[in-house]
Structure formats: structure tokens, C-alpha cells
């Protein structure tokens, strides 16, 4: 049997069928555009499965369309980052427009977790934003910090103000890599916060499409002295626990059936 | 009788058709409601509507209107100078870009809304009030009064302690006579022992009826949702008492039965949620609604709207006038309201009532830039957490733009209770 989790999030989604035992068997992913169902629609096109669930913000849409059960990101994160790592207690989820610290009991449950307000300050949404201002790609963006021998320092947690800073330092004609550096780092404060709020001590795992950029994970790990692991696809995270929670879903239907 | 209250006509239509669709949307749309509620969807219906009503032909028998924003003013005082209290408009945004010319961008929303509906000239209570009482609560509502004073010309403001010590009562002690001068100047009635003793009567039978009403929801399953109990919580502020208090107590007669037949709102064993935090005014019901479509139901409030401003009767022992005032000081002066410092019975009430309605998790309700109850949320969630109760602090205000994130907090909450 094959059960999938799609994660509908507010820049990509992702889908992962896995079998019966967890193993991933297929991972797709596409943009979330602004027509989130259409696109949704056409990556599950051919897509053969036995169960699913969905999470990401747009999972109520999907419940409407699909007719599926859904689940938070939260618990999806949590439960991906788990089947990673099995003695996981800390996750950072960072995504497009949330960002997250969950603090997990010895099973696995959620115990505890922290989520940006509605803004997306220390989001993916800043630092795209902040990597056009520099002229930047996304996937360069990390690296190009990583190279910067110090950091600037950022105020602003605010994208819109953080930008204008950023647009202010060019014109002072301060060094471009030092510069995204500084707004690594300003995220990672952010993040920080919100770990430390949660769990005090331990490895913590780094999920979301952030988890994907070296100067993050790098910073993350200078400023709290914690290892930092990332799965080999932390993006597909979410998507990969929901899937597996779909998996759960039917065996404890099964169970139920039979007794 | 909109035009004489001095209404803007529009604007008016136009909240009345939002409050209209988003009661038919959150309320309506509810399933296995008790009949009773029938009563308060027509008090909804009517809010703006046979209520006024009924305020301008107390008007015209020579009854004066007193409109308050805070459970510190004693009604009991208002009916027994034979003048009505209501509680005025203060659950929505409106007229805000103006409201932002006299407040602070980053004021709360509750003061903001208050503004909004003087500006907008939406709210009916308001235009219909003989006396307006503004009181020193928080440092937002204080300012925002001297503001307020200009857009009206009878605003009263009281003052009140901020410590429970002696000093502090003797302030309100002072404070509730020279309210209760104010009250006999405008009506020319003066309280008796007799029309104060009545007054306490009516205002404790409403109170008591809300709390036969809210120890109904610590059944499992619950008889009624938490949408209808903070409705309840909210129409309490604005109906007749005496009617009020009938109707509480028919719906109660049925959620008995209901609880006899086991017949819920939800389901049995549905996550359980106990709120705490700031008022939700009407029509502020974006987090009942967001937590009671996530799984979860909510089994009791812990705020104005709800047990902090309805939980004490005030005893009706005394036979003086002096003895009665007394009573009233010693009832009012309970309310745990986060103006206070310290305030430590809020936190074993949370607790207590956690407890009681055999809550799973407390949601701390937090509005934006309130800072007494954003300041004790920290150490609420604390002290629940060193006790065992999850708890989820949330802060936000009365824009739907948070929606999403909101939505996704409380169903991660509601998972992690399950």
C-alpha cells in the first residue's frame, strides 16, 4: 500500500507517497503560484495512493476539494523530523511564511511550541526578499554569507524596514556579503529566541526549505552551541510526515476493525 | 429614531448587514444547539433593533441611560437611582483610519473600537446614553478618555485602585460614592435603603443565573458550545436584567436535560479549552470560532466578558444604605482585573476553573498593546505549564489577517491535548 502526505505551503508543495513500512517511494514538488489547487491538481496528476493526508496552510482548501484528512505542520514537522531521527526532542521549522520551534515529549508528541506572529519577519518570505535586494539567488544567498568574514548588523526584524536598511548600507557602500551575512544572523536571533522559549538544551533538527541554506545551519549552531541535523531533504519534511501519519491513520483503522 | 439618536443612516446598514452575516456564519451555522439560544439570537437580532427600542421609551418615561466600557461600574447603583446600565459598543474595528487621528496606532483594539463607533456614529447605546462612564483601568483606556471627553459632553470617569491593600479600597470605596452622588444628580432619585437593596436582588439574580449557567458546562459531554456561553457572557451587558435572568434560567432547565440524555454540543471527550485573558466584546468571536472549528470546544472564560466580571455576588446582609455601599466595595474590590499589582488571585482562578470545568489546555487570550494582560500572560503560561496544564498564549486583535496563522496555532494546540 502506498499513503501520501501533501504539504501546501505558501511557496511550494510538496508531495511524498511511502509504503507501508515508511520507506519514501516518490517525492514531487512544485511552486505554489496563486492558484494553489490547479497546481496542487496537476502534481498529483497520475499519482497512485492508498491514503493522505494533507498539511501547510493550505490543507483546509484541500480538505474542501480532496475530501482528506489534514493535520498542522507542526505535527507533521514533528513527526517527519522523528522518523529522521528518532531521539529527536527540538525541531526549527522555517518556511515561506512561518517559522516555528517545537519542543517534543520522550514519544514523540508535541509538547510544547512557539510560531511567528502574523508577519514575516525571520521567515523564507525575508530572505528571499532580502536576497533580490541584494541581487542575490536564492540558493547563493547562503553561500555568499558564509564567505563574509564579519557581519553587519541588521536592526530590523521588520521585512519592509529590513529592506530599506539593506537599501541604505548599499548606498554606503558596505560589502554585499557582509551584509546578507548580517540578515542571517538577524534571523537566527529570531529563531533562537523562539528555541530557547521551548527547549533549553540538545540537538535540534532544522526542517522547512531554510534548513536547505549552509550559512543558516552554520549561525544556528554558532549562537546556541547545539548540533544542528538536517535530514537529507528537509523540505519534503512535512510532506514526508504527513504521509507517514496517513500510514498510522489507516493501520489504527485497521486495528479498530478488527477488534 | 435612528436619525434623532443622531446615527450615521449607511454606515449604520452597513455594520448591521457585516454583524448580520457573521452571526448567521458563526452562529447559525452551529449544529446541536439548545433551543433556548432561540432567545438570544433574537436579542442579537434585535440588538440594534426592539432593544433601542425599548432604552428610548425608558427615555421617554423619564429614565436616564448610563453607558459603561468596564465591569467595575456598579449597575447595582445605576437601577437603584432608576436609571438602566448597558454596556456600550466596543468588539469591532470601524471608522478606523479616523480613530487613528485621535489614538495611537498601537493602541488595543478594544479602546480603538470604542472610538470607532463614537466616530463611525454606529452605536445606539452610546448616542442614547445620558451619562458615559469612562474608568481608570489600564493606562490605553485612562488616556484615551481625555480624548474621548471631547467627542462627548457626558463622559464621567472614575477612578480606581490598582492595589488591593486598605488605601486601595478606601479609593473605591470614595469612588463608588461620589459615582452614586452622580448617578442621584442626574436622575433626581435618590437611593434609598429599599431601591439599593432591590438593585443588589436583580444584579445578583443575573449573575447567579450566568453561574448555574457556566457550572452546566463542566459536563462531559458539554450542553452548550463555547460560542453560545461567551454569547450569553456578552448579551448579559446589554439585555434587561430581569428578562435576562429568566432567560439564562430556561436555557439552564434545558441543558440539564440535555446533560441527563447526554447530549452535547460536541462530542464527549472533544479537547476541553478554558480562555483567559482580555474581554471579547460583541461582536469579537474570531478565537471561539477558530478553536471551536478546530476540534476543540470551549468549557469556560476567564476574563470580564465571562467569570472574572461575574463570578462574586455581593452579599445582602446589610440594612443601611453605608452597609449596602460597603457590600458593594467588598464585591467589586475581588475583581481580578490585571490593572492590579500584584494579582495573584487571577492565577489561582485560571487554575481553579481550570480545574473545574476540567479543562485539558488554557488558550491565553491576549488583545495587541494590552499591556496588563500581555505583561501576566508570561507567568500564567509558566505556572500552568509548572502544573501541568498546557497553555497557548495567543495575541491578537480584532482583523481577520491572522486568521491563518491563528487557525494553525489552535489546531496544533488541540492535537497536542488530544
Not at chain 2, 100 to 129: D, H, M, W
Not at chain 2, 329 to 340: E, G, K, M, P, S
Request: hydrophobic fraction near 40%; charged fraction near 25%.
Amino acid at each position: 500500500m502506498r499513503f501520501a502526505g501533501i504539504d501546501i505551503g505558501s511557496r511550494s508543495i510538496e508531495l511524498v507517497i511511502v509504503d507501508e513500512s515508511g520507506e519514501i517511494c516518490q517525492s514531487v514538488q512544485a511552486d505554489t503560484g496563486f492558484d494553489p489547487m490547479s497546481e496542487t491538481r496537476k502534481l498529483m496528476d497520475g499519482i497512485r495512493y492508498d491514503g493522505i493526508m494533507a498539511t501547510g496552510y493550505g490543507r483546509n482548501l484541500f480538505e474542501i476539494s480532496f475530501d482528506a484528512p489534514t493535520v498542522t505542520e507542526i505535527k507533521a514537522h514533528a513527526r517527519g523530523a522523528r522518523a529522521f531521527f528518532p531521539d529527536a526532542q527540538t525541531i526549527l521549522d522555517i518556511g515561506g511564511q512561518d517559522s516555528k520551534a517545537i519542543a517534543l515529549a520522550d514519544n514523540g508528541r508535541v509538547k510544547k511550541f512557539e510560531m511567528n506572529d502574523r508577519c514575516a519577519a525571520g521567515t523564507g518570505k525575508f530572505l528571499e526578499i532580502m536576497a533580490r535586494a541584494l541581487g542575490f539567488s536564492i540558493e547563493d544567498f547562503g553561500r555568499a554569507a558564509l564567505s563574509a568574514s564579519k557581519d553587519l548588523h541588521i536592526s530590523s526584524m521588520c521585512t519592509v524596514f529590513a529592506e530599506s536598511e539593506v537599501t541604505s548600507l548599499i548606498a554606503k557602500g558596505e560589502d554585499r556579503q557582509e551584509i546578507a551575512r548580517g540578515l542571517h544572523t538577524s534571523v537566527i536571533r529570531r529563531a533562537a529566541g523562539m528555541l530557547n522559549r521551548v527547549s533549553a538544551a540538545g540537538d535540534i533538527v532544522f526542517t522547512g526549505g531554510v534548513a536547505k541554506n549552509p550559512c543558516m545551519v552554520e549561525l544556528l549552531s554558532e549562537k546556541l552551541n547545539r548540533k544542528i541535523r538536517v535530514s537529507p531533504d528537509p523540505q519534503m519534511n512535512g510532506a514526508y510526515g504527513a504521509a507517514l501519519l496517513s500510514a498510522e491513520d489507516h493501520e489504527n483503522g485497521l486495528m479498530k476493525s478488527n477488534s | 429614531m435612528w436619525t434623532d439618536l443622531g446615527l450615521d443612516l449607511d454606515a449604520h446598514d452597513a455594520l448591521l448587514d457585516v454583524l448580520g452575516s457573521a452571526y448567521k456564519d458563526i452562529y447559525l451555522a452551529q449544529k446541536n444547539r439548545p433551543e433556548g439560544m432561540a432567545y438570544f439570537d433574537f436579542v442579537m437580532s434585535e440588538v440594534h433593533g426592539l432593544r433601542i427600542k425599548e432604552i428610548m421609551d425608558e427615555k421617554a418615561s423619564g429614565r436616564k441611560i448610563i453607558g459603561s466600557y468596564c465591569v467595575f461600574v456598579p449597575e447595582e447603583i445605576a437601577l437603584a437611582a432608576n436609571a438602566t446600565l448597558v454596556g456600550l459598543c466596543s468588539g469591532a474595528d470601524f471608522a478606523m483610519e479616523e480613530v487613528e487621528q485621535l489614538l495611537p496606532r498601537n493602541t488595543c483594539a478594544l479602546i480603538k473600537s470604542a472610538f470607532g463607533f463614537k466616530l463611525g456614529k454606529v452605536c445606539p447605546y452610546l448616542e442614547s446614553a445620558d451619562m458615559i462612564v469612562g474608568e481608570n483601568t489600564c493606562d490605553g483606556k485612562k488616556k484615551a478618555y481625555e480624548s474621548l471627553g471631547h467627542l462627548v459632553d457626558n463622559l464621567y470617569v472614575m477612578d480606581l485602585p490598582q492595589m488591593k491593600t486598605e488605601n486601595g479600597k478606601v479609593l473605591l470605596k470614595g469612588e463608588y460614592l461620589r459615582f452614586k452622588d452622580a448617578v442621584e444628580t442626574l436622575t433626581g432619585v435618590t437611593i434609598t435603603a429599599e431601591s439599593l437593596k432591590s438593585a443588589i436582588g436583580v444584579v445578583n439574580a443575573k449573575r447567579a443565573a450566568l453561574h448555574r449557567l457556566c457550572s452546566l458546562r463542566k459536563a462531559d459531554p458539554t450542553p452548550i458550545s463555547g460560542l453560545d456561553g461567551l454569547l450569553a457572557n456578552q448579551v448579559f451587558f446589554y439585555d434587561n436584567p430581569a428578562r435576562f435572568t429568566a432567560s439564562v434560567h430556561k436555557i439552564c432547565d434545558e441543558l440539564e436535560i440535555r446533560i441527563q440524555e447526554k447530549k452535547g454540543a460536541f462530542p464527549e471527550k472533544t479537547p476541553r479549552i478554558l480562555v483567559s485573558g482580555c474581554p471579547q466584546a460583541v461582536p469579537n468571536w474570531k478565537l471561539p470560532m477558530i478553536v471551536e472549528t478546530s476540534g476543540a470546544v470551549i468549557v469556560g472564560e476567564e476574563s470580564c466578558v465571562g467569570e472574572r466580571g461575574a463570578r462574586n455576588l455581593t452579599a445582602d446582609t446589610g440594612s443601611t444604605v453605608d452597609e449596602m455601599m460597603d457590600a458593594l466595595v467588598d464585591r467589586y474590590f475581588q475583581v481580578d482585573c490585571a490593572i492590579f499589582t500584584p494579582n495573584d488571585q487571577r492565577l489561582l482562578n485560571i487554575q481553579e476553573m481550570a480545574a473545574a470545568y476540567k479543562a485539558d489546555g488554557v488558550i491565553h487570550y491576549g488583545l495587541q498593546f494590552c499591556q496588563p494582560y500581555l505583561m501576566e500572560s508570561i507567568p500564567v503560561e509558566k505556572a500552568l505549564e509548572e502544573k501541568g496544564i498546557p497553555c497557548l498564549r495567543i495575541e491578537t486583535d480584532y482583523g481577520m489577517e491572522d486568521m491563518g496563522q491563528l487557525k494553525t496555532r489552535v489546531e496544533a494546540f488541540v492535537e497536542q491535548l488530544r
